[in-house]
């Protein structure tokens, strides 16, 4: 596991031979006062052709944030890239992807295994 200078983890899983690059979110919440360290985390994913964010530590994620996601996908899209895929176990963070539409845009799963199988 690699970690970013602000001590928040970056997991890859040999990016360079098609398999996921693992981008764990590993705060609790993530609003508008630690957004803008969201988006350093998910920055590496933007380039990267398999993707998987892990926010299963993740309990929070307000519309600001949410964004952050969303400008990844774009990002992501424009590069040629398919869709990143989450795994997410809070029911909280999963009714907001589901009431926001957001599972219908990216894949979901219930553990990090399971998405890398998929």
């Known amino acids: 596991?690699?970690?970013n200078?602000?001590?928040k983890s970056v997991h890859t899983v040999d990016a360079k031979h098609g398999k996921?690059?693992?981008v764990r979110c590993d705060q609790e919440e993530y609003d508008m006062s630690n957004c803008d360290e969201l988006?350093?985390?998910l920055e590496p994913a933007y380039n990267a052709p398999n993707v998987i964010v892990d926010v299963t530590r993740v309990e929070y994620?307000?519309?600001t944030c949410l964004s952050k996601f969303a400008i990844m996908r774009k990002r992501r899209g424009?590069?040629?890239f398919p869709p990143a895929r989450f795994v997410i176990t809070s029911t909280a963070v999963r009714r907001l992807f589901e009431v926001t539409g957001f599972d219908k845009i990216w894949p979901v799963f219930?553990?990090?295994e399971v998405a890398l199988e998929a």
């Open 1 to 3: 596991m690699d970690s």
């Open 5 to 7: 200078t602000d001590g």
């Open 20 to 22: 996921p690059f693992v």
């Open 39 to 41: 988006t350093k985390v």
């Open 61 to 63: 994620i307000d519309s």
């Open 78 to 80: 424009a590069a040629g």
């Open 110 to 112: 219930d553990s990090l």
